[in-house]
T-cell receptor
Framework: GAVVSQHPSWVICKSGTSVKIECRSLDFQATTMFWYRQFPKQSLMLMATSNEGSKATYEQGVEKDKFLINHASLTLSTLTVTSAHPEDSSFYIC????????????????FGAGTRLSVL | AQKITQTQPGMFVQEKEAVTLDCTYDTSDPSYGLFWYKQPSSGEMIFLIYQGSYDQQNATEGRYSLNFQKARKSANLVISASQLGDSAMYFCAMREGPRNFNKFYFGSGTKLNVKP
């Protein structure tokens, strides 16, 4: 299957600082990437859909100015948590859709390994 | 109504035995896709298997098979010959199409514990 790389896997930061998380599709081009947030022992919550070369589409209730998303190329999307606060501490995970080849119609999302963010 | 329902918060299975994880879905769209993902304690989400709404046969991928019962709107995951490494959270997901093609709906997950 397709490989998605996410960095860093774990980050601790002070309150008020910004943190950038990278999501890369390694062996395919991803015109669409997705950012999710997951609280302990809960399911994934979609935060936003990231489209290459255009603005991200945010889900209701997600602050655009707090969670900045940039999808500058077909293989890279970044999520920046601005002015992080302890309540932003969570597990963030990205995914990418491989729309090419025989599996394109299935719209399978391939996920990165996730980033555990702790804001002190 | 919930789009995806997983009614088993936790399951135990003996190593080498088969186990079925339940998933029911709710949609009025005739075109949809169903997915199962595995999430080990490390956190990554691993794609396991896909079933399209128009697929005539149940999907199989190695030890994983999807018991697709369209009339009942169920898409249960069957893991045969369980291994210790199968211990993880398992999420069922659905996407509708074509207008909502990109949005995935996830269930609440089932934590599977494989006993030696």
């Amino acid at each position: 299957g397709a490989v998605v790389s996410q960095h860093p896997s774990w980050v601790i930061c002070k309150s008020g600082t910004s943190v950038k998380i990278e999501c890369r599709s390694l062996d395919f081009q991803a015109t669409t990437m997705f950012w999710y947030r997951q609280f302990p022992k809960q399911s994934l919550m979609l935060m936003a859909t990231s489209n290459e070369g255009s603005k991200a589409t945010y889900e209701q209730g997600v602050e655009k100015d707090k969670f900045l998303i940039n999808h500058a190329s077909l293989t890279l999307s970044t999520l920046t948590v601005t002015s992080a606060h302890p309540e932003d501490s969570s597990f963030y995970i990205c995914s990418a859709r491989d729309g090419t080849g025989g599996d394109g119609a299935k719209n399978i999302q391939y996920f990165g390994a996730g980033t555990r963010l702790s804001v002190l | 109504a919930q789009k995806i329902t997983q009614t088993q918060p936790g399951m135990f299975v003996q190593e080498k035995e088969a186990v079925t994880l339940d998933c029911t879905y709710d949609t009025s769209d005739p075109s949809y896709g169903l997915f199962w993902y595995k999430q080990p304690s490390s956190g990554e989400m691993i794609f396991l298997i896909y079933q399209g709404s128009y697929d005539q046969q149940n999907a199989t991928e190695g030890r994983y098979s999807l018991n697709f019962q369209k009339a009942r709107k169920s898409a249960n995951l069957v893991i045969s010959a369980s291994q210790l490494g199968d211990s993880a959270m398992y999420f069922c997901a659905m996407r509708e199409g074509p207008r909502n093609f990109n949005k995935f709906y996830f269930g609440s997950g089932t934590k599977l514990n494989v006993k030696p």
